[in-house]
Structure formats: structure tokens, C-alpha cells
């Protein structure tokens, strides 16, 4: 695919540079990114008379989720490096890195600073766009993001990865097993899958969820959600049909169960973890206030429900009572029956962290020993073969002595 041209200048003249100097700052993108991405979401604002971050976000409603994400983008990665630090181990160098979903490419320069070799793929124009130049503004070529459908993309074409990362994607993807497939085939043995899900079950995503602020959306099948979110946000569904204009269904996809992931996962061959730490919001105390917030929420909407088409607001009603019935019962488990822990990872952690490995083979782990033995010498490899405890490289041990003797008669050995 193609991307359109790079914008020279903001339409109301130049952004104001104590704003381009405080954003550089707090997020560590260079000036270079952040006024190419205020190019592209501000266009229509005077952002000469804008001089603080606090300025900039008051410009719209979801300008404090969107924006700050967009601007965060090194610091996530650089978040998701330093967790996936002890996982993916010291050496790296080498070592081939791939992120789906790159976006504005702050994965890419975090990881390319921990010593990977970096590539990523992006499906939106202007985000593929803004991507590039963010790696330019960092040293990284910007040939590393690539402009294609993940999910139309031969694979072949983009190799095998130690790492692959796909975080904040998933829940976009309008095929979600031919997603996580693709992803555990582009892993090579021995390589990580790493990803982070939002929690469908999660009680203040039900109250307001974390791309659009809206009650209930979470709790909506796929098509249904998006006929809710164009008679909510009207410029948002715009915005997304122009990110989207041959296939909108591309911009929702659909929230499932942690265990949906776990097993298809498994299916295709991979050892799966999920961590759920760093992302638990509050304990059982807490879940009344939060549980207030959604009931409020929930007769706000109830109040207006006119407002929607009439299968949208039926969708949504019955599907919050099922949702309150079943948090209620669990909560009274939690409180009174000792279920906390499952209680807590079912509706107060906000993101699943998904850890998944493809096991190295036994011969590829075979050949990687017999390769090692190779280097360190008959003597001092006997205790690796004891450890290896198969007859069959034995034999492969006294075959390649033999080898290397008739070699060390007759010329190098290679």
C-alpha cells in the first residue's frame, strides 16, 4: 500500500513551542512526531495560542484518552520492554522483533533500544504514516513499519520473530482465531507472543469503556456497537469510516473471555501464561462505589434510550441486567465464600497480559546441544551428553569425532 504525502504545516500556522517543548518532555518523542501528529488530529483547532499539554487536552472530549495515548507511545513500550525483560533474557542482539498494530512506532524505537532488530505493520494510512516518521526521528529506517492488512499479509514475506507484540489490537481485529494464528505462525522456536486485552467484564469499562467513554458498549455484539457509537459519537464513527472506508467492520472488533484467547492459543501449539498484576484496580471494598457508577450510568442511558434504535437500547438493557445478576452473585461469593482471587481477576483487572510461548522442538533442541557440543570440545561436552540423555546423539557425538578427525588430517574444518 501507498501512503499519502506528509503534511508540511499545521492549516492555522505554526504550533506554539513552548506546547511542542513540554510534549517532547513529558513523553520523550521528538518535535518532529508531535507536530505531525497534531497535523493530523488538530487540524480544524488554533494551536498557536495552545502553550500547555492541560490546554491541549480540553480541545475535545476524548482528547485525554486519544491524544496522551498517541504521545505515550515510546513510554509504553518502554513499559513493555522493561516487563519483558527477564522473559526474553540479556542477549539480544541478533534477536528479531515484530509489532502488530504498530501504530506511531513507540514499540519499535523501545525495542530497537533494548538491541532487537525491529520491524512492525500497521493497517490505518495515518498511522503507518506517523509511525514512520516517529522511527525516522529515532535513527530507525523507515522501511521498518510496513502499510499492509496483517491478515492479508504473506507471512513469508515478513520471516520468523524471537518476540512479536500486539498490544491494544485485538479487540479491533474482526477475526479474532485467524489473528491469533497468524501471529503464533510468525513466531520462530523458541519465540514469545506477548499482548495486552482489555477485560470485557472489567466494572469500569462497563461504567465507561477505554476507547470512546461510552456505558455499556463492551456489553454489545459487534454490529450492534457500532450502530450505538455512530448515534453517540458521530464524529468518531466518521472519523473511523474515513480510517476505514472499504471495510468499517475493521475498526470494532469483538471483547471475549480471557479463556477464548488461552485456548485458541493452545490450539496452536503455543504454552500460554496470563498476568493479571499491574493491572488490578481496587479490591472488594471498592466494588459498591464502582457498582453505583454503572447503576447510574445505566439509568442516564435508560433515560434516553430513545435516543438509540430500538434493537440497540433492548441489546444493551437486557445484557446489563444479565451482567449486574451475575456480578452480584460473584461478589457475594467473593465477600462470603472465599472466592476473591477469581473474583478479582474476573471484573477487577482492567487488562490481561498474555504471555505465550512455541516450544523449541526436541531436535531443533537436539541440534542447538550438538551445535554447543561442537564448539566446546570432546572433554568438556561429556557431562552435556549425560545431561542430554539420548542414545541418538550420542551417536551424533562419535560422528562428528570421527569427522573432525578425518578433517584434521586432510584440511580446516569448517
Not at 522493561?82 to 526474553?88: E, G, K, M, T
Request: net charge neutral; charged share 25%; aromatic share 14%.
Amino acid at each position: 500500500m501507498k501512503l499519502a504525502s506528509e503534511n508540511s504545516e499545521h492549516p492555522h500556522g505554526k504550533i506554539s513551542q513552548k506546547l511542542l517543548n513540554e510534549i517532547e518532555t513529558k513523553f520523550f518523542v521528538k518535535q518532529g512526531f508531535a507536530s505531525a501528529y497534531l497535523e493530523e488530529v488538530a487540524s480544524k483547532f488554533d494551536l498557536t495560542q495552545i502553550n500547555s499539554i492541560e490546554e491541549l487536552y480540553k480541545l475535545t472530549p476524548l482528547a485525554p484518552i486519544h491524544w496522551d495515548y498517541a504521545l505515550s507511545t515510546i513510554n509504553r513500550g518502554r513499559f513493555a520492554a522493561y516487563n519483558l525483560a527477564p522473559i526474553v533474557g540479556s542477549s539480544l542482539s541478533h534477536k528479531k522483533y515484530l509489532d502488530v498494530g504498530c501504530a506511531y512506532g513507540g514499540y519499535l524505537i523501545a525495542f530497537r533500544e533494548k538491541g532487537f532488530e525491529v520491524k512492525g505493520i500497521e493497517l490505518i494510512e495515518y498511522l503507518a504514516r506517523l509511525g514512520k516518521i516517529n522511527c525516522r526521528d529515532h535513527g530507525i529506517p523507515e522501511e521498518a513499519v510496513i502499510y499492509e492488512d496483517f491478515l492479508e499479509y504473506d507471512l513469508d514475506k515478513l520471516g520468523k520473530f524471537d518476540l512479536v507484540t500486539c498490544n491494544d489490537v485485538i479487540e479491533h481485529v474482526q477475526n479474532t482465531e485467524l489473528t491469533l494464528k497468524k501471529l503464533s505462525m510468525c513466531l520462530s522456536e523458541g519465540g514469545i507472543l506477548y499482548f495486552e486485552i482489555p477485560n470485557k467484564n472489567h466494572i469500569p469499562f462497563i461504567n465507561k469503556d477505554g476507547h470512546f467513554n461510552l456505558f455499556g458498549i463492551n456489553l454489545l455484539k459487534h454490529y450492534t456497537s457500532l450502530v450505538y457509537l455512530s448515534e453517540s459519537l458521530p464524529d468518531e464513527y466518521a472519523n473511523m469510516k474515513k480510517d476505514f472506508p472499504k471495510n468499517l467492520g475493521k475498526g470494532m472488533g469483538e471483547f471475549f473471555d480471557i479463556a477464548f484467547y488461552v485456548d485458541w492459543l493452545e490450539k496452536y501449539g503455543l504454552s500460554v501464561s496470563v498476568e493479571i498484576e499491574n493491572h488490578l484496580i481496587g479490591d472488594l471494598e471498592d466494588v459498591p462505589q464502582m457498582m453505583n457508577e454503572v447503576v447510574n450510568s445505566f439509568n442516564d442511558f435508560y433515560n434516553n434510550r430513545e435516543k438509540y434504535s430500538y434493537f440497540v437500547s433492548e441489546e444493551l438493557i437486557e445484557n446489563y441486567f444479565q451482567y449486574i445478576s451475575e456480578l452480584s452473585k460473584d461478589y457475594l461469593r467473593a465477600k462470603y465464600y472465599g472466592e476473591r482471587k477469581q473474583f478479582l481477576k474476573k471484573y477487577m483487572t482492567s487488562f490481561w497480559t498474555i504471555i505465550a510461548k512455541k516450544e523449541v522442538s526436541d531436535q531443533s533442541s537436539n541440534q542447538n546441544k550438538i551445535k554447543i557440543i561442537k564448539q566446546m570440545g570432546i572433554k568438556q561436552s561429556l557431562k552435556l551428553i549425560k545431561q542430554m540423555g539420548l542414545r541418538q546423539s550420542l551417536k551424533k557425538y562419535k560422528q562428528m569425532d570421527q569427522k573432525q578427525s578425518q578433517k584434521s588430517a586432510y584440511g580446516k574444518f569448517d
